[in-house]
T-cell receptor, first 114, second 112 residues
Framework: AQTVTQSQPEMSVQEAETVTLSCTYD???????LFWYKQPPSRQMILVIR??????QNATENRFSVNFQKAAKSFSLKISDSQLGDAAMYFC???????????FGAGTRLFVKA | DADVTQTPRNRITKTGKRIMLECSQT?????MYWYRQDPGLGLRLIYY???????NKGEISDGYSVSRQAQAKFSLSLESAIPNQTALYFC???????????FGEGSRLTVL
């Protein structure tokens, strides 16, 4: 069975600094998607970034980038130039390309200090 | 207006009551999902559906039922609510190939 593990329940970063959130996953499949979702206090779930496993290049979206290590089954999220609005719960998620279910990690709550 | 709309946004009820959470979408997606969020557990899948005739159980379907009334509507019911069903519930949709989920704003349910 596929699993997603986020080992950091909470993280803290100073405004304008860089922070990395960790995620590991377990799967026997080779073709899948990985995601990072953000949940601010409004509780709305927002897609931050998506990685397709067959693409070796790491995905980036403005200040957000990932370090995708397929062999190690690792998918970390780096937030550069952290802003107060980045404070949120972040969820790592996995979906097999031919599957129908998205599996989520337990989440990492990020605090941003002014 | 939101593309995925959930009602109610918040609800407090008593043990044993029947509760229905409703979800409607204007995205035209075929796939619809109900997830439950609990602190420290992330989001867990309750039910999912590909069309009105195709309903599937997720990992935590016990105590819940669903109805896909139309392509755009997917309701979650708690026939007899119990306190450990207190949680934040999300409806989500997906286009078959894109991979990502599009979420409603969540329904916070408290069972006393």
């Amino acid at each position: 069975a596929q699993t997603v593990t986020q080992s950091q329940p909470e993280m803290s970063v100073q405004e304008a600094e860089t922070v990395t959130l960790s995620c590991t996953y377990d799967t026997s499949e080779s073709d899948y998607y990985l995601f990072w979702y953000k949940q601010p206090p409004s509780r709305q779930m927002i897609l931050v970034i998506r990685q397709e496993a067959y693409k070796q290049q790491n995905a980036t979206e403005n200040r957000f980038s990932v370090n995708f290590q397929k062999a190690a089954k690792s998918f970390s999220l780096k937030i550069s130039d952290s802003q107060l609005g980045d404070a949120a719960m972040y969820f790592c998620a996995y979906r097999w390309r031919k599957g129908f279910k998205t599996i989520f990690g337990a989440g990492t709550r990020l605090f941003v200090k002014a | 207006d939101a593309d995925v709309t959930q009602t109610p946004r918040n609800r407090i009820t008593k043990t044993g009551k029947r509760i229905m959470l409703e979800c409607s979408q204007t995205k035209g997606h075929d796939r619809m999902y109900w997830y439950r969020q609990d602190p420290g557990l992330g989001l867990r899948l309750i039910y999912y559906s590909f069309d009105v005739k195709d309903i599937n159980k997720g990992e935590i379907s016990d105590g819940y039922s669903v109805s896909r009334q139309a392509q755009a509507k997917f309701s979650l019911s708690l026939e007899s609510a119990i306190p450990n069903q207190t949680a934040l519930y999300f409806c989500a949709t997906a286009y078959s190939e894109s991979g990502e989920l599009f979420f409603g704003e969540g329904s916070r349910l408290t069972v006393l």
